[in-house]
């Protein structure tokens, strides 16, 4: 299949199949004399396995290492995959707690503020990012 099949059967735009194949994740199993590439079945298993990588969250690096298992399964342990996933769901906790900090953070600057139509020389969002009056995690 041509690159713009493989586009409309994994739902994958065709200049992120290149960029793809540019970072080494998705080669065409062939190229034609014209240059054209040409995919077959497991090129689009594999489109669809980066596909479902990436709506979980994993880095383009993340999701080379686990195609990595995928493509040489012999050769790898059930244990790398669960790694790469316990990194990932880490890294989630911690964007979640930084996140939650800032969501706390602007409904106290919001909570202090008239919200008036009175000019902003005396608005207490600017006011209190003016002069250094958030307090950031860790303090």
Do not use: W
């Amino acid at each position: 299949m041509k690159i713009g099949d493989l586009e409309k059967q994994s739902g994958i735009s065709a200049y992120t199949l290149r960029y793809y194949e540019k970072e080494g994740l998705l080669m065409p199993s062939k190229r034609g004399e014209n240059n054209y590439r040409h995919y077959s079945q497991d090129d689009l298993i594999t489109a669809k396995f980066i596909k479902r990588s990436k709506a979980c969250g994993f880095s383009l690096s993340e999701t080379a290492s686990l195609l990595a298992i995928k493509t040489d399964k012999s050769q790898h342990v059930c244990a790398e995959a669960k790694s790469i996933t316990h990194s990932k769901i880490q890294e989630i906790e911690e964007q979640i707690q930084r996140l939650q900090h800032m969501q706390e953070t602007l409904i106290q600057l919001e909570k202090y503020c008239c919200g008036g139509q009175e000019s902003a020389e005396f608005c207490s969002i600017i006011s209190a990012l003016e002069q250094d009056q958030i307090i950031e995690k860790g303090e």
